[in-house]
């Protein structure tokens, strides 16, 4: 079993209830070996993901874009509260504001994003949410999933890290397949690539 000091401090960023941040924290000691989740941040003070964050003794902050008067003074703030809990990656996890090309070339193939959907179908600028399930049925696919990919300057345009298919039920509705897509797919992949790319920071940082 590796020490807190041998695990590569992971922060979440939501915006939510928290759900794919629950399934993270529940696969810490199985899937999750060689990542800590260290410290949870929301761009909304009244997100469920906080409860979740502070069940689970995991220290939490609000930063809202909007409460610091544009997207420039948010990322600023949230460069130095990433610096100073010393955070090694970054997990999207329902988290809605998008991040300017700056800050995520800063943090090259560190940041992990979570999309409903099997990129490059329904994804996007427009595509968040229930909004991809939504386009997924009026499209009449009948294969839908999830993806697992990095982040950089184009909205779900990073590097795919990992995918899963999910099925289209006839009579789905837009909220009965969005928790479809979470159980067989986005709870099951995330954690999975949080350990693949911690595990690769770490051999990165220690060779031998």
């Not at 990129?119 to 294969?143: D, M, N, Q, T, W």
């Amino acid at each position: 079993m590796l020490n807190g000091s041998d695990k590569v401090r992971t922060a979440v960023l939501v915006s939510g209830g928290g759900t794919n941040l629950q399934a993270i924290l529940n696969a810490r000691g199985d899937v999750i070996r060689h990542a800590e989740i260290s410290l949870v941040i929301s761009s909304k003070s009244k997100a469920y993901a906080l409860e979740r964050a502070k069940n689970a003794n995991i220290p939490a902050v609000v930063i809202s874009a909007k409460a610091l008067g544009g997207r420039e003074a948010f990322e600023q703030e949230l460069q130095r509260v990433l610096e100073a809990h010393g955070i090694e990656l970054i997990v999207l996890a329902g988290f809605l504001t998008i991040l300017s090309p700056e800050f995520t070339r800063r943090w090259d193939h560190r940041i992990l994003n979570i999309h409903p959907a099997l990129i490059p179908s329904f994804c996007g600028k427009e595509y968040y949410g229930l909004h991809v399930h939504e386009a997924a049925l009026a499209r009449g696919v009948k294969v839908t999933g999830a993806t697992v990919h990095f982040v950089n300057e184009i909205p779900d345009g990073g590097e795919i890290l990992l995918q899963k298919a999910v099925e289209v039920l006839p009579g789905d509705t837009p909220e009965v397949l969005q928790r479809r897509v979470m159980e067989q797919a986005e709870w099951i992949l995330l954690p999975q690539a949080v350990e693949t790319v911690a595990a690769d920071l770490l051999k990165a940082k220690d060779p031998s």
